[in-house]
């Protein structure tokens, strides 16, 4: 079936008038035909350090648990190594619990046909309406239209409007409409080589970047987020998870997050010119030759804006139409996007919508839900937890350190979903195992985990830019400063918040 691939290892589509780079899930070279040594080393280290950890007797931990720990390596191995696509992955809780038995057949499967991922699909078809028609470009060019040739402010604009475009949508789909336009209007002014461009580097970067700072504000802005609400709804409250909740709970923590980074970028990432002449004419023109706003841009804004309200407004009408959650929501407005007629046709043929899909997004949140539910359900989540009692007895602030260090390590070396469904299950279970609330352990997990800067595996935006080619030394030494950065802001912030806000410890 095919589609884009997902953040963490996913190509940019080509937008309107521009062109993609290479995929970045196409295997390398050595991987195209027989896998090369590397490749084969981490191929297989999975499955044998799973074989070590099932059957070696470890302090008479039951076979179960001793799999789910085992099946956790496995998968984390392989999302960080990447031997095999992301999504391929996140299929692997389905095949082992059912040779190995280590959870009910039934808890597992249901993980791939989850509320979220029906959320997601809807939120992909609606997104794919405006790439169709052009909408994502033209709200992305005429957000930029008053930014000036002035070379650090559209570093800054450029950020911020990714920022606020990721808020409410998926960072990957922010950074594959944005960052095209960047190279464009690059290219435009002369700038061709991105690696040994300063400003060129630092354009795109920001673009990235902003998707990242942006994304934890909502749980539209990313599949991470929506997997830290399925956590919080099936092991610690077992009722819906507002979405308007977690937007007032979160809202202080991304002012920060993009106040941090901003600053960051005004004075750490310098363009090595001044201004960019010429850049204010290419925006100019571009947003002049879309025309006046096509019927179809407005449909597709009016059914993604409808979607969102009602996902937003549940509290008003949750007792009137109990069934009709965001997930639904998102599906019946991509579901009525293929029956709209205008001149020009249908608004969005399945042909084109399921060629724009992130399926592999799909089936990596699934497998986290999998793995989550595995953990739990074998013990293998309470021996971790078991283990990190020492760590987190008070609740405190090295609590509060411990958790967002291993977040912010995971997420800079896999993908932001995959790090998510590794270190939340743990969360959950090392504090409630203390009797403490684990809410707003989870809340600054999550949010730390929608923090990846360094690596084009970190995240979406990561990956595209580097796709495009900007300097990975630039995007890897600045980034990991920033990384270090926003640790330690976070954890102030998140200690601050757990200890005298106390919304901050409710769902």
């Given amino acids: 079936m095919g589609g884009r691939s997902i953040g963490g290892s996913g190509s940019p589509e080509a937008t309107p008038g521009h062109s993609a780079p290479a995929g970045l899930d196409q295997p390398a070279p050595s991987t195209a035909g027989r896998p090369g040594p590397a490749k084969l080393r981490h191929l297989l280290a999975g499955p044998i350090i799973f074989a070590v950890l099932l059957l070696a007797p470890l302090d008479g931990l039951a076979f179960e648990t001793r799999g789910a720990m085992g099946l956790l390596v496995w998968m984390a191995w392989w999302w960080i190594a990447r031997p095999v696509h992301l999504a391929v992955t996140g299929l692997l809780p389905l095949p082992i619990a059912a040779i190995f038995g280590l959870a009910p057949m039934d808890e597992v499967a249901t993980s791939y046909a989850q509320d979220t991922i029906l959320l997601l699909l809807g939120a992909n078809i609606l997104t794919s309406v405006w790439t169709q028609w052009g909408l994502d470009r033209r709200i992305g060019l005429g957000a930029l239209l008053s930014v000036g040739t002035d070379a650090s402010r559209q570093i800054l604009v450029w950020f911020l409007v990714s920022a606020a475009l990721s808020s409410v949508l998926p960072n990957t789909i922010v950074a594959a409409t944005m960052i095209p336009i960047v190279v464009a209007m690059l290219r435009s002014i002369g700038i061709e080589d991105l690696w040994n461009s300063r400003v060129g580097t630092a354009l795109v970067i920001a673009v990235a970047w902003g998707t990242s700072a942006g994304g934890a504000a909502t749980p539209l802005g990313g599949a991470p987020n929506l997997l830290a609400v399925g956590f919080i709804e099936e092991s610690i409250t077992g009722q819906e998870f507002l979405f308007l909740t977690w937007a007032l709970r979160i809202a202080p923590i991304t002012a920060v997050i993009v106040l941090v980074m901003f600053l960051f ?38 059914l993604f804006t409808v979607a969102t309200v009602l996902a937003f407004g549940r509290p008003l009408y949750a007792d009137l139409v109990p069934g009709l959650t965001p997930a639904f929501a998102f599906v019946a407005m991509a579901v009525a996007s293929f029956t709209i007629r205008t001149r020009k046709g249908p608004l969005i043929t399945w042909a084109f919508a399921q060629s724009h899909m992130y399926w592999g997004l799909f089936y990596l949140f699934a497998g986290g839900i999998a793995l989550g539910r595995i953990l739990s359900g074998s013990g293998a989540a309470e021996a971790f937890a078991n283990a990190l009692v020492p760590y987190a007895s008070s609740g405190g602030f090295v609590a509060v350190l411990v958790f967002s260090l291993a977040t912010m390590v995971l997420t800079q070396v896999t993908s932001n979903t995959a790090a998510i469904a590794i270190v939340v299950p743990i969360t959950i279970s090392t504090f409630q195992s203390l009797g403490l609330n684990p809410i707003p352990f989870v809340y600054i997990v999550a949010v730390v985990g929608n923090c990846g800067f360094v690596l084009p595996s970190s995240a979406g935006g990561p990956a595209i830019a580097a796709g495009y080619g900007v300097n990975l030394q630039t995007m890897a030494v600045k980034g990991l400063f920033a990384s270090v950065l926003l640790l330690v802001t976070l954890v102030l912030l998140g200690y601050a918040l757990a200890r005298w806000w106390p919304a901050f410890g409710v769902a």
């Fill in 265 to 302: 970028l005004r004075f750490v990432m310098r363009p090595d010119v001044a201004t960019l002449p010429g850049s204010e004419d290419y925006i100019r023109d571009e947003v002049r030759a879309l025309g006046p706003m096509q019927t179809e841009e407005k449909w597709g804004l009016v």
